[in-house]
């Protein structure tokens, strides 16, 4: 447990040397020390300066991060209602990857056996936008993720849970830093198999040429 | 004629065991993972306890590498020459990329499709160096990632959640390219192709005969003789249980691979993870 604790906090050091944006002011730095300091309630890096970003907006979109981030794709009107599915036919009845197709898979359901009703919650199924929704951006965090994350933030409830495929054009506009990261490390590992695969079975095949006709030194 | 050259040092047969050693854990333990959705990524899981127990192997064994890794990056920098910095960096038995390798790049690739005279390697070939430095980039690119995906909850306090989107995918792929590279290209240009087969232990023994060194880095042998170097370096090739030994904890190894690659190759259609 000790050791485990003490992972964390190299980490948590690692991390900081990483860092993008967040806690990287000290306490010091803040004109009002007072105001900075934890009350108890909050983790430290919650009061440091900065911190709220977290909470502003509807905390999907790339604010800070030029849009990179996930949140630009377009939104259903069907997710601030409170039941998203009032008026769909033959609901009752129906699964629902029977509908959301794209929402089959992810690696909460194949790989934690998560179901769909642990996060979206009983019937009637609030959309994930409605203000009182446990998914609504400004609660997800609490009532959703740290149910099974224990000590989840509003950062990390924005998660992608249903990834978009990376590959395809339309995650470009809706998560491009996804789509472009994803791109480059596919060109990266195809252009390494593209140049090595039929390199080195020619290879095979000059040096068993060069065997069998009985050279003494492989390059003459 | 039937002495060796040493080639390698004990430290760098030591960093490529440890290498050998944490790369096989990581692979299993992620590939369980990977695949835990699978009858195949359950048995891989199986052996440390279920899924929970081959991740948190995954984790040690991960910061392990990089431990490991950080102490190479100060043993190069310890290896360099610097009373001859920086000229050191580009001699012949320096690691980094020079012309000469592009030169030898196009030569071999002459060679191999009849055109030319194939090119005299001197201590490197530029595969050899080009291995060598995919370990650098391929180590930053997973070690970064694993280390934003070491405690997803802690990491998010530093920088948006969405971020581990992106790195999961990135430490995927990088870390299936690395497998790939090392189960097919690496095994088979060390150990498969038939100048090599069936086996090639130097990275074990340290030491290669003076034969096929003669054949495969003719100008090294050249220049060690012209500078009146190759007696100092020369060495009894390992006795016969030794070599034994190689071969058995080798083929183990080359086998461990092949069977992650196999496994994996007929098992990816029943991953519901879709590029």
Redesign the interface.
Known sequence: MQSKHLIRRVLAGVLSCLLLHGPATSVAANPNAYEAASSGYFRDQDTLPGAYIQYRGSSEGGGAWWGIGPGSGSVKRSSFSADAHLGVAGYGIRSCVSCHQAQRYSLHSSRGNVTCIQCHRGQPIAGIHHYYSALNPIRKHAYVCAKCHEGASPSFATYVIHEPSPLSLATAQEFSLFYYAVWLMVILAGGVFAIFIPYVSLWALRELIGLLSGRKYSHD | MTDNVKRFTPTQMLFHFGLIITFMLLSVTGLA?MY??TAWGQVLASLFGG?AGALEVHRITG?ILLAGFGIHVLYTIWSIDWKQFPDSLMSRDSMVFQWRDVKDFFLH?G????LS????FDRWSWWEKFDYWAVWWGLIIVG?TG??L?????????????????AL??HR??A??AM??IF??HF??EH????CFPFSATMFEGSKAIDHL???H?AWIARLETEGRLDRLRVPPAPVPLRILYFGVGYALIGLGLFLLIFGLANVMLL????
């Open positions: 993972w835990i959705e899924y910061l690739l060679w191999i499709l009849g005279k194939g090119p005299e970064v280390l934003m070491y405690d997803p909850v802690l990491t998010s306090d530093y920088m948006p959640g969405w971020l581990l989107n992106v995918w990135v792929i990088e299936v390219l790939a590279h097919t290209i088979f240009i498969f192709r038939p100048r003669r054949q495969e003719p519901t993870l879709q590029l």
